[in-house]
């Protein structure tokens, strides 16, 4: 082969890799049915998160599942499924808090339960069919996930629960003392942006008072409707807006 044929072909081939797109990153977004709901007329933020960003150059996949917590997101297998599907260059926001609060156990009311805090304690189950199962804390359950996606080359994101519609003196009540601390403090540990979500709507919550508030709620306390879906979803790009380090910044439409 002469030199000059292989100069053709060189060109040739930086041509042929110029045609190529390059893979669109992907936001994973993993939590319970306040990020995914399918039962109408509630609606879970995820679903109409996409709306925000530019969807040319970036897509969201929306994983979370109703009534599962860290526990059972790992144990029905669901964050292998989410881990195996991570690249470099992609994303993940996890939204936590609201199905952990029981004690853990292998009853229908504690099989969601985890321990609490942030630390390395463990409680081991033997589940009536035989199986064993080591329950974590919260904190342990958000730093596999963190962990996890880093080292498969994507950028993880905490977010604190989105409050519940229960009021006390005229203010709705934070999750300040309990998941939502944790959150951040794994957030911290890790290194990794941490999304108030949980303090960013309660504060629209309390301007807009317990009587406008209580029409996004249409069956109980927990479960939005899509109007309340979308505020909290707004909550999220103002959470991404205020930290410009987060790279998701550039994915983010015009307002």
């Given at each position: 082969?002469?030199?000059?044929?292989?100069?053709?072909?060189?060109?040739?081939l930086?041509?042929l890799?110029?045609?190529?797109?390059?893979?669109k990153?992907?936001?994973?977004?993993?939590?319970?049915?306040?990020?995914?709901?399918?039962?109408?007329?509630?609606a879970?933020?995820?679903?109409l998160?996409?709306?925000?960003?530019?969807?040319?150059?970036?897509?969201?996949?929306?994983?979370?599942?109703?009534?599962?917590?860290?526990?059972t997101?790992?144990?029905?297998?669901?964050w292998?499924?989410?881990h195996?599907?991570?690249k470099?260059?992609d994303?993940?926001?996890?939204?936590?808090g609201?199905?952990?609060?029981?004690v853990?156990?292998?009853?229908?009311?504690?099989?969601?339960?985890?321990?609490?805090?942030?630390g390395?304690?463990?409680?081991?189950l033997v589940?009536?069919d035989g199986?064993q199962?080591?329950v974590h804390?919260y904190?342990w359950y958000l730093?596999?996930?963190?962990?996890?996606?880093?080292?498969k080359?994507?950028?993880?994101?905490?977010?604190s629960?989105i409050?519940?519609?229960?009021?006390?003196?005229?203010?709705v009540?934070?999750?300040g003392?309990?998941?939502?601390k944790?959150?951040?403090?794994?957030?911290q540990?890790?290194?990794?942006?941490?999304i108030d979500?949980?303090?960013l709507t309660?504060?629209k919550?309390?301007?807009?008072?317990?009587?406008?508030?209580?029409k996004?709620?249409?069956?109980?306390?927990?479960?939005?409707?899509?109007?309340g879906?979308?505020?909290?979803a707004?909550?999220?790009?103002?959470?991404?807006?205020?930290?410009?380090?987060?790279?998701?910044?550039?994915?983010?439409?015009?307002k």
């Amino acid at each position: 082969m002469t030199n000059k044929t292989c100069v053709v072909l060189l060109a040739l081939l930086c041509a042929l890799v110029g045609f190529v797109k390059p893979t669109k990153p992907t936001l994973y977004l993993i939590g319970d049915s306040t990020v995914r709901n399918t039962n109408a007329p509630q609606a879970g933020w995820g679903s109409l998160l996409s709306s925000y960003f530019d969807t040319t150059c970036i897509s969201v996949s929306n994983n979370a599942m109703a009534g599962r917590s860290t526990r059972t997101f790992v144990s029905e297998g669901r964050w292998d499924k989410v881990h195996a599907a991570l690249k470099p260059g992609d994303f993940l926001i996890m939204q936590f808090g609201h199905n952990e609060g029981s004690v853990p156990d292998t009853t229908k009311a504690g099989r969601r339960g985890v321990l609490r805090g942030t630390g390395e304690e463990t409680k081991d189950l033997v589940w009536p069919d035989g199986r064993q199962e080591t329950v974590h804390t919260y904190g342990w359950y958000l730093r596999k996930f963190i962990r996890e996606a880093k080292a498969k080359g994507a950028t993880p994101l905490v977010a604190s629960m989105i409050p519940r519609n229960e009021w006390q003196d005229g203010k709705v009540k934070r999750a300040g003392n309990d998941f939502g601390k944790w959150a951040a403090e794994v957030a911290q540990q890790e290194g990794v942006a941490f999304i108030d979500l949980n303090s960013l709507t309660a504060n629209k919550y309390d301007k807009l008072g317990p009587d406008e508030v209580k029409k996004f709620f249409p069956g109980d306390h927990t479960h939005t409707n899509e109007a309340g879906a979308r505020l909290n979803a707004e909550s999220v790009v103002d959470g991404i807006r205020a930290n410009k380090k987060i790279a998701l910044n550039k994915f983010l439409a015009k307002k």
